[in-house]
């Protein structure tokens, strides 16, 4: 089993930064992918970022290309989503996710965390 903690999100001006992280817990084996995903209010779930065990591969979803960086720690099992030049769009709850398949953490990962929210004001 795996435990995903997501913290960092809040409140932030449109153009700010904000980094959330993600500590994982459980079989390391389970966490060789880590990501992101956003659902903003009325709203699918979407992609976001994933990230390969080594740091060497990464995936992002084209509306924040740019702006938002992935990485990890492996020492720490946390994985982080650097946010910047935020835009109101943006305000979603994000969640952490982790699969033992890179190729499929952006569609279906099994482990999910509990979300945190970020709100960009305008």
């Known amino acids: 089993q795996v435990q995903l903690v997501e913290s960092g999100g809040g409140l932030v001006q449109a153009g700010g930064s904000l980094r959330l992280s993600c500590a994982a817990s459980?079989?390391?084996?389970?966490?060789?992918?880590m990501g992101w995903f956003r659902q903003a209010p009325g709203k699918e779930r979407d992609f976001v970022a994933a990230?390969?065990?080594?740091?060497?591969?990464?995936r992002y979803a084209d509306f924040v290309k740019g702006r938002f960086t992935i990485s990890r720690d492996n020492a720490k099992n946390t994985v982080y989503l650097q946010m910047n030049s935020l835009k109101p769009e943006d305000t979603a709850v994000y969640y952490c996710?982790?699969?033992?398949?890179?190729?499929?953490?952006?569609?279906?990962?099994?482990?999910w965390g509990q979300g945190t929210q970020v709100t960009v004001s305008s």
């Open positions: 996710t982790a699969d033992s398949t890179y190729s499929n953490l952006r569609l279906t990962p099994p482990y």
């Open positions: 459980g079989r390391s084996s389970s966490t060789v992918a």
């Open positions: 990230i390969n065990w080594s740091g060497g591969l990464t």
